[in-house]
């Protein structure tokens, strides 16, 4: 693969922000802007997520600039970390790879009345029995099956559906980004073989860096935040990251297919075929959106059904239900999405297009898309960091729309590949050492925590600082984890 | 090594080389297997599957070229996997027209004696190239885990 030659056109704005000039590539409509501090780029060297920032500048219809949050790494189509709002009024387009085949990957964080001191004796039977209950891994199916009608329903409907089945309660609806639903999905553009490979997924975890997380809140940053949030210092949470799993693979694979040619058809030149897109008021950028958004309420409710299994393992080692262990979202995020949301461009109003892939969204006080319970201080942003050391609760920051389209970071991001991670691991025993570090971890496949190993991710309280400083998202509470299941 | 892994931050990504057409295809499937279960070796071959993939599907833009093809035959696979729950071992490609033939034996994926080792959500266009070279051919390709 080419490295990128763009480090050396990167100009410093502040100590968080860094331009790539649309002057340094002749394809690029708007600047490239990379949320960062000195140290973050030094350590992205010449990765090939630069490339994929300029990449996304040659978008027709982008607004502002091209953006990448502070976890930025090399990803496919966008990097990792990347944000791009497009405008339909302005030819602007819609781009599967700037959503990625896991559609609605997020994450959910569940809070509860315990607090540390309540695990003892009982931490490892509850991740045993998270292991053996919860499904993770490699092809395994869950134990909801969706039959075609209800699968369009719930796909229509998104968490609404579980609620009318019993299976997630008013907080839940409420609590989720879009209360988990995300109008005007057309389920009927998803495939067959989307549907099928959907039908018995939803409520699994998946593999790669998906988990279930058991986490303890040991630092409250904003206290009147955390308070609004139901977090304290010493309590017991849980955090749940996943998303659409074969089904919304299926979907974006689908319309990657379906979009091969459209591009020069509407005489769009790419420089990486994973930006594969279409006009948004075409009628193939229609029916990508319609699909697209349909997979986003497959996994809104996947992570309530895998939330729904965890209140059920809480109940039986704490034999209490789960409603007596407070065991309550507190919020669930989209970081891999395609929204339409108004924003102001040059001091005009506009309905844009805004694509977050491996970024999250992060309205601050007052936004009218805040649920009710959280309106007068922000939208919870969590960023999960690595299973050795910790991940943030944060809260959508000041400067957030004017800057990033109402936009954060999604996690620490890699530092190291999976190869390196490996050879890392080699002749190590990553199970003992965070056992050592108090982490009690399990999963499906011993490569599967080598590769994901705290140190092949970047030091997540400095990606959080970088947010912080540039107003994005601020400091609420640091969750430091105690036992973790991955696939 | 007619393969190997090739560094990518997020996913993983894969350097194939073979004498011929068929062989790269036959060689990716391998490469695509060896990410998802542990062991290859662990897996018998109890069952045979066929593939028959027109270059031109229903949704195709313009004449698929090879990076198409090897695109879809690995995603063929992949659903294969996910859907029938199989592991496959061994490949025999035939490419006919624009499109390929093939046959795959393998056997259900059985947890006491496959280790697996990543779901492969999908195989990405990005960097996709097959290309041909003084000694045959090559591939590269980027996948989703």
């Given amino acids: 693969m080419q490295r990128s030659e763009l480090h050396r056109r990167l100009e410093r704005i502040d100590d968080v922000r860094w331009r790539i000039p649309r002057s340094a590539r002749d394809d690029m409509r708007v600047d490239g802007l990379v949320y960062a501090d000195d140290a973050l780029i030094a350590a992205l060297g010449d990765d090939p997520a630069l490339d994929q920032v300029a990449n996304v500048a040659t978008l027709p219809g982008i607004q502002g600039e091209s953006l990448a949050m502070p976890d930025i790494h090399w990803g496919y189509g966008f990097c990792i970390g990347g944000v791009a709002a497009t405008d339909p009024a302005d030819g602007g387009v819609i781009s599967p790879g700037g959503v990625g085949y896991d559609i609605n990957c997020g994450v959910r964080l569940l809070r509860t009345e315990l607090d540390e001191g309540d695990l003892d004796g009982r931490l490892e039977r509850l991740i045993e029995a998270l292991l053996a209950h919860v499904p993770t891994g490699v092809g395994r199916s869950g134990p909801y099956h969706f039959e075609r009608r209800e699968l369009l329903a719930l796909m229509r409907e998104g968490v609404p559906f579980l609620r009318r089945r019993g299976l997630a309660d008013d907080d839940d609806v409420a609590h989720c980004e879009s209360g988990g639903c995300i109008e005007d999905a057309g389920p009927e553009l998803v495939s067959g073989l989307a549907l099928e490979r959907g039908a018995d997924q939803c409520g699994t975890v998946g593999s790669g860096n998906h988990f279930v997380e058991v986490q303890v809140v040991d630092r409250v940053a904003d206290a009147a935040v955390a308070a609004a949030f139901g977090l304290a210092l010493g309590q017991v949470c849980v955090l749940i990251h996943s998303g659409s799993r074969g089904l919304g693979y299926q979907v974006c694979d689908d319309a990657l297919r379906a979009l091969r040619g459209v591009p020069a058809r509407y005489g769009i030149e790419l420089p990486d ?73 040059d001091g005009v109003e506009k309905l844009l297009c805004v694509h977050r892939k491996g970024a999250t969204r992060a309205f601050p006080a007052g936004h009218a898309e805040v649920p009710d319970a959280y309106r007068a201080v922000g939208q919870p942003v969590m960023v999960p960091g690595d299973m050795g050391r910790a991940s943030w609760v944060l809260v959508g920051g000041p400067e957030a729309m004017a800057r990033s389209f109402g936009s954060s970071c999604h996690g620490a991001g890699r530092a190291l590949s999976r190869k390196a991670a490996l050879k890392a691991a080699k002749g190590r025993d990553v199970r003992a050492e965070l056992a050592a570090r108090g982490v009690i971890a399990r999963a499906s496949s011993r490569r599967g925590l080598d590769e994901e190993q705290p140190d092949a991710y970047k030091d997540v309280d400095r990606v959080v600082d970088v947010v912080h400083r540039a107003g994005l998202s601020t400091r609420v509470a640091r969750l430091r984890p105690l036992g973790v299941i991955k696939g | 090594m007619p393969w190997q892994l090739v560094d990518h931050t997020a996913d993983v990504g894969l350097l194939i080389e073979a004498p011929t057409r068929e062989a790269l295809l036959e060689e990716a499937a391998q490469a695509l297997m060896a990410l998802i279960v542990e062991d290859p070796a662990s897996v018998e071959e109890r069952e045979t599957l066929d593939f028959e993939l027109a270059a031109d599907g229903p949704a195709a833009g313009p004449a698929a070229d090879p990076a198409d093809l090897l695109f879809d035959w690995l995603q063929t696979l992949l659903v294969a996997v996910e859907l029938r729950r199989v592991l496959l071992t061994r490949f025999q490609v035939r490419l006919e027209g624009r499109g390929l033939r093939a046959s795959a034996s393998g056997e259900r994926i059985d947890p006491a004696r496959h280790r697996l080792a990543h779901e492969v959500k999908a195989i990405t266009y990005h960097g996709l190239a097959v290309r041909a070279t003084r000694d045959g051919w090559q591939a590269e390709v980027i996948v989703d885990i």
């Fill in chain 1, 273 to 345: 075929r994973q930006l594969a897109c279409a006009p948004l008021d075409s009628e193939e950028g229609q029916a990508y959106l319609g699909s697209m958004r349909a997979a986003a309420n497959y996994a809104f409710c996947n992570r309530q059904l895998i939330a729904q299994q965890v209140r059920e393992v809480f109940e039986r080692v704490f034999e209490r239900p789960w409603q007596r262990l407070g065991l309550e979202l507190v919020y669930d995020v989209a970081h891999n999405i395609a929204k339409l949301e108004s924003h102001q461009v």
